[in-house]
């Protein structure tokens, strides 16, 4: 009975962790794969292509700029159509995974103009916030960019 009962209780434990490491693997999955979903929208951004960036984007999704302006999915679309990029890229990316949800936050470098034609030469950071949507498909819901300031 003892023996019995020392064997369940190894098997038991034997499945938790083997679930944890499934946990983790998963996770990992996740993490990397919303990275690259940043990159991806990093690239479209300096190639002015919202065409790549409306489907990473969900219908309500929110955009605060380090300027305090909050905008809409169309509204960030035009801008980054109009958008012209030098530079535009995002570094020491990080993800936290909370079940459906990832939040993602990063660096960013932009050198160019702006939507208005404006000159932009600067260094911020911003945060993300994706969901896990029906069917599997990850989209950033919000996004909050601050001016580095040194």
Same mark, same amino acid.
């Given at each position: ?26 996770? @990992?999955? /996740?993490?990397? !794969? ?5 990159? %991806?929208?990093? #690239? +479209? ?53 909370? @079940?459906? /949800?990832?939040? !993602? ?5 932009? %050198?160019?103009? #702006? +939507? ?35």
């Amino acid at each position: 009975m003892k023996r019995t009962l020392v064997w369940c209780v190894v098997a038991l434990l034997s499945l938790m962790v083997a679930a944890q490491a499934q946990d983790k693997k998963m996770g @990992g999955g /996740t993490e990397q !794969a919303i990275a690259a979903l940043e990159q %991806k929208w990093a #690239d +479209a951004g300096k190639a002015s292509n919202p065409d790549v960036i409306a489907p990473l984007l969900a219908d309500k999704f929110v955009n605060t700029d380090s300027s305090g302006k909050v905008t809409g999915k169309a509204e960030t679309l035009a801008s980054t159509k109009a958008s012209k990029w030098e530079k535009n890229e995002i570094g020491n990316v990080k993800v936290t995974v909370f @079940g459906k /949800t990832a939040i !993602a936050t990063g660096d960013w470098v932009g %050198k160019g103009t #702006d +939507a208005d034609g404006k000159p932009v030469d600067t260094h911020e950071r911003w945060t993300d916030t994706w969901v896990e949507m029906s069917g599997g498909k990850w989209q950033c819901v919000a996004s909050h960019g601050s001016t580095v300031k040194m």
